[in-house]
């Protein structure tokens, strides 16, 4: 089964809001799912988010 990934401009257009703040709460750990290819680059696991959204957006802090 293939990985699906989102790009922050993608992923900002699903959350409607800018894409500045889409890396800001991923660098936060707010969204989660984030994972960085080469230097700069950012994508997002897909099923991550999802499944993050359909929770409410919340974070999951029972691992601390």
Do not use: C
């Amino acid at each position: 089964m293939e990985k699906e990934f989102l790009t922050v401009r993608s992923l900002s257009k699903l959350l409607d809001m800018s894409e500045q703040t889409t890396y800001k709460l991923a660098r936060n750990g707010v969204i989660p799912g984030r994972v960085k290819i080469g230097g700069k680059s950012v994508r997002f696991n897909k099923v991550v988010v999802m499944e993050w959204l359909q929770n409410g957006g919340a974070i999951d802090d029972s691992e601390n």
